[in-house]
Structure formats: C-alpha cells, structure tokens
C-alpha cells in the first residue's frame, strides 16, 4: 500500500524531508499548488529526486503532506487555546480573533484549505480528502464548543461560524484584510451572545 492510500503509515522523518515540505509549503501556498512543480521543490530544496522519491511517491502526497502538516499547526494552535481557556464563549471569541490576525497577516493567500479544494475538486483525491478531514474536525471543535455553551442547535452554529471563517479568508485576500477581520470578529461575537 502507497503512502498516498495509507495516510496512517509512520512518516519518515529527516532533514531532508523537512526542507522538501518547508520549501513545498512555502510555494505551494503563495504561488498555487498546480503553478508549482516538484522539479522546482527539490531545486530549491537543495535535494536529489531520489531522496524526494524515498518521502514522497509524488506531487498528490507531497502535496497531502503540505495539508496535513498546515492542519496539524492550526490542531496544536485550538488544542493550546482549549487549554488555557475554559470558557467556551471565550474560547469562539478567541477563535476568530486568531483567524482575524491570521487574515490580516503579511503574506496572507486566503484560506490553503479552500485554495487547495478550488485546485483540486475531485472528492476522491487524497487532497481533497485531506481538505474534508481538516473542516470536519474543525467543524467538531466548533460544535462541541456551542454545545457546551448551551446553544439549541450546536451544529447550526458551527456551520453558521465555519461560514463567517470561509467568508473572512475569502474577503480578506480580495479585499479590505483590516475589514474582513473586524467582520468576522463581529459576527462571532453576535453568535456567541445568542445563547
């Protein structure tokens, strides 16, 4: 079984490795998944084809690596605001306001979930895939959140706050970053005073 079809297989860590992902990351993000090729990753990345081949079968797992490495930044971000606040409506507050300071970062392309399912549609892909796992547990923290606060219908709620998150990345790249933040930040506090 390939490491594209087992995304449970134990990664291969090395420095190598790393550099590859760091450099794909980097790229993929601020110039398009499908713009970059990984000729160019591994020239930049200062690392031969064959040691690419030995961490990665190709782009799609490279690419999924990319996905899962972005997601599990963001887990370890919501796992350490869990922690330290225990007041779930704080906690949706705080939430947005990470995403309203992430929109209004140097640098910021939008949402590299959202960019990377407009490039690649298919649900079955293994990026695709990686996108959907992303939003569903994000969706879930969200939901348990609202649960916990009391709120009728958490699921709703997540939706309604995942929503206002989509539309802050969107509007953020597109327009007025300041605006979008402030936006988001507005919403989810009128979310959270609801219940």
């Known amino acids: 079984m390939s ?3 087992d995304v449970s297989a134990p990664v291969r860590r090395s420095e190598a490795r790393e550099r ?3 450099t794909a990351s980097r790229l993929f993000y601020s110039e398009g998944i499908r713009s970059v090729g990984v000729d160019r990753v591994m020239a930049e990345a200062d690392v031969a084809r064959g040691t690419f081949y030995r961490h990665f079968d190709g782009k799609d797992d490279l690419v999924r690596a990319y996905l899962e490495a972005t997601d599990q930044q963001i887990r370890d971000r ?6 330290e606040i225990s007041s779930p409506a704080e906690f949706l507050v705080a939430v947005a306001h990470g995403i309203g300071q992430e929109v209004c970062g140097t640098g910021f392309r939008g949402c590299p979930f959202i960019n990377a399912a407009a490039e690649y549609p298919d649900p079955g892909s293994v990026i695709h895939q990686a996108v959907l796992r992303h939003r569903g547990w994000f969706r879930e923290v969200l939901r348990d959140a609202f649960r916990r606060l009391g709120a009728a219908s958490p699921e709703q709620s997540a939706d309604s706050m995942v929503a206002l998150r989509d539309g802050s990345m969107v509007a953020g790249y597109l327009g007025d970053a300041q605006a979008a933040g402030e936006v988001l930040l507005h919403g989810v506090t009128v979310l959270v005073a609801a219940h």
């Open 3 to 5: 490491k594209t079809e």
């Open 20 to 22: 590859l992902l760091g």
């Open 78 to 83: 919501v796992t350490a605001a869990e922690k």
